[in-house]
């Protein structure tokens, strides 16, 4: 059974940084894509960025420039940076894995907080 652990959320004042990370347990197809999606309260849930098994990387248009994804394949892991954070990107943000063709994991979400 597959499991996505995620860290690295909290209060950040405006024009901060932060790192977030997704640690995958379990059996992890070849063919796959992990990524971080957010949700707003009100809003519904949107992409913030994604990448493939073999590194090719997707963005959101709402942090775009802002935000970098990486993965440490032998780790399972991918790790999410943001910058330069609004207040408008307050929100749970929440890990996600395409696992194989039709198989998905969400994570449990993980605050972040942006101060004015």
């Known amino acids: 059974q597959v499991q996505l652990t995620e860290s690295g959320g909290g209060l950040v004042q405006t024009g901060g940084a932060l790192s977030l990370s997704c640690a995958a347990s379990?059996?992890?197809?070849?063919?796959?894509?992990m990524g971080w999606y957010r949700q707003n309260v009100g809003k519904e849930r949107e992409l913030v960025a994604t990448?493939?098994?073999?590194?090719?990387?997707k963005y959101g248009e709402s942090l775009k420039g802002r935000a970098t994804i990486s993965r440490d394949t032998a780790k399972k892991t991918v790790t999410l940076q943001l910058s330069s954070l609004e207040p408008e990107d307050t929100g749970i943000y929440y890990c996600h894995l395409m696992n194989g063709a039709d198989a998905e994991n969400w994570g449990q979400g993980t605050q972040v907080t942006v101060s004015s």
């Open positions: 990448i493939t098994a073999v590194g090719v990387k």
């Open positions: 379990g059996r992890i197809a070849s063919l796959h894509v």
